[in-house]
Structures are given as structure tokens and as C-alpha cells.
């Protein structure tokens, strides 16, 4: 297998089950009348996957249109500066529209035109998987809707224009908070009435069943090529994989691959916003007070929810770590310990951000500063023969007019 061809994970994993069940996680809690298109999503995805044909053309948009596979950079300066362990960058920064998000996205737009679904609905919180849609969709040809919080697109306006540059439609949703879990909302509602011609593209590894292993499968390239990568520039494995976790999509993206090396240790990273105290986070795992398992968008996890079921506002100065949920699967790895889930405060990520800005030249996206503040606490704690790898899955750009107003 080469780096940047084929991209199916060469170990088996027991989960999900053929309900699509996580242990005590994920499932389908969803109306009845999508339960038959559900099925056959499940079917076209089998089929696409078990054929070298849909293989053959992600491998050669992966490469060719993306960018794969994404370089892996020595933070030498950082490294040396902490005193503990390598820390090394898997350089998703890098791929075309300058985050992960595009590979899932890519994957799912071929698996709507092999279903011969031209019509696509998708949701956006930040922009960031709206503007991906909107990229695969103008590529392959395909009409795209999508729901975006009418709070959000006044705060995101430059991803809004960039979306319709693409030949996307943009509509407004004026419900609840006006933000991302009322978009996600609108668009269930929209694949509910066109369910026969349409194509729901989910960003993160949320969702019904086949949503969060498909997505897993399609960010697992992260992981195989970074894996290859670090046995060929170290010769042995990370001790540790970082990754920062909104709906969990790239962390699950890189986890994959090493989900079998038992000695490599993964850590995620949720937003902890101006603290856990007060409430004002997205920490799902690490506030047992307000978050406990249940159901939001159709799958089961832990929520961000008071006494009486009502999800949570939450925080987190990166838009895309600002969701009341995480995917089903991190509930699963946190409860079998295969993986361990701490956070970063606002300030720690603003603070983590500017550090490898000045160390490196790299600009991170403010999720991907949370995973780099976590890398920063610990590698000082380490050896330094030991070796961490860090997703840095997104790059700064987009949060220059946030990181302004909040060193102002
Ligand atoms: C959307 C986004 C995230 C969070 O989403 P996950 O599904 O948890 O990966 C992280 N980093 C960047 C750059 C993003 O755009």
C-alpha cells in the first residue's frame, strides 16, 4: 500500500456492529422515513469501497486535487525549546482549502455521484465543512445546499462568500440559537423531504449510522500516511498522538491506524473554553456534571445537556470544537481506555498558537492550537528520545480577525 493510494485501514476493528453500535455508543436515532436511506447508504459505501474503480479515483483525487499525502514537519525549534520529547506535525494545513475536513468531503462526493445523487445538502457551523462541500461539489458537478446559523454567517461572512464563489447556496437558518446545531437540524429536515434524490454530506464522525465509520474510514488516511511516514523518518512509532476534537473527525482520522499499536498512546482534546468551572467549555468528557450519555443528531454519546435533557450552550473561541456532542466512537475508545481525552482553555490555545506561529512559521487553526497546547504541557514531561505526533489539522487563516480581537 502507498502513501497516497489506497487508504482502508489494513487491521480490523470490531466496531461498529452491523447496527452500528459502539459498546453503549452511536446506533440510529433518527425518523423512521430515513431508515430506508440509511440502508442504502450502507450498501452503495460496502460496494464503493469493495471497488478498485471508486478506490482508484479517491486515491487520484486524493493526490492529484488535495494534495496527499500531507508532509509530516520536525518541530525542531518547539522541540528543543520544551526540553522533553519530538514533537512532529502531521501537516494537514496543507491540503487543498487548508484543513482535513476536504478528505471526508471528497469521499462522500463521490459516493453521492456513484449513487446518482446530484442534489447535496450539508451543514456548517464555522463554514469550514460548508466551504469543503461547496469545493467537491463545484468539482464533481453537483448542486449544494447548505444550512448555516444566520448568527454564524454574519460572523463567518468571508467563508459565506467563498461558499457562493463556489456555485453553493447558502440558506440562513433563523431557528433556536441560530447556530450550528439548529443548521444541523434544518438540514435532517431537508434530507427528510428529498430523501430519494438528495445526498445529506455530514462533516464530522457524528451522525446516524454509517456516518461516523464512513467518516472515520475516509479521514483514516491521516493515520496510514502518517504512520508510514513516521517509521520512515524514525524508524519506530509515536509514543503519543495528539489530536484536538470538536465532532472528532480528525482525531478518529489519525487514532485509526494506531488503534492496534497498544504502546502508542491517544490523547484528545476537547475545548475548555474560559474553564471547566464555569460551565463555559465544550469539554463533553471532562464535565461529568453537565455531560452524560444521549442523544443528539441521531446518534448516542455523551451530551452536553441540564437536568431536564435541553442540550447546552456551549464555548470555545475555535467554532469548530463548539458542539454540545462528540462522535460515538471517542465515547467508545474513552470507555475501553484505548484513548484518554483532556482539554485546552481559550487562553492555552491562544497562548499555543502564537508559540509555534514564532517557533515554527506554521499558523495553526485555533482547534488545531488546542492538540499543540496539550503537546506543549507534555513533552517537557517526557524523555527526549521519546517522540510525540501531533495532527495539526487546520491552518490559521480563517481565525486571524477571532486571534485580532482577542489579543487586542
Ligand atoms: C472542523 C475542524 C475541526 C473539528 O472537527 P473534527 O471533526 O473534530 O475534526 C478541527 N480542526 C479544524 C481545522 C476544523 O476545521
Known sequence: MTQSGGY????????PDERGYYGDFGGRYVPETLIPALDDLVIAYREAMADPAFQGRLADLQKNYTGRPTPITYAERLSEHLGGARIYLKR???AHTGAHKINNALGQALLAQRMGKRRVVAETGAGQHGVASATVSALLGLECHVYMGSVDMARQEPNV?????????VIPVESGSKTLKDAINEAIR????NVNATFYLLGSALGPHPYPMMVRDFQSVIGIEARGQMLDRTGRLPDVCIACVGGGSNAIGLFHAFRDDEQVELIGVEAGGHGIAGGEHAARFADLSISRPGVLHGTRSFVMQNADGQIMNTHSISAGLDYASVGPEHAYLRQQERAYYTFATDEEALTALQTLSRMEGIIPALESAHAVAEAIKRAPTLPKDSIMLVNLSGRGDKDLNTVIGALA
Open 8 to 15: 482502508i485501514p489494513t487491521h480490523t476493528t470490531n466496531v
Open 92 to 94: 494537514e494545513d496543507l
Open 161 to 169: 462568500f467563498r461558499m457562493k464563489l463556489l456555485g453553493a447556496e
Open 190 to 193: 431537508d434530507w427528510v423531504t
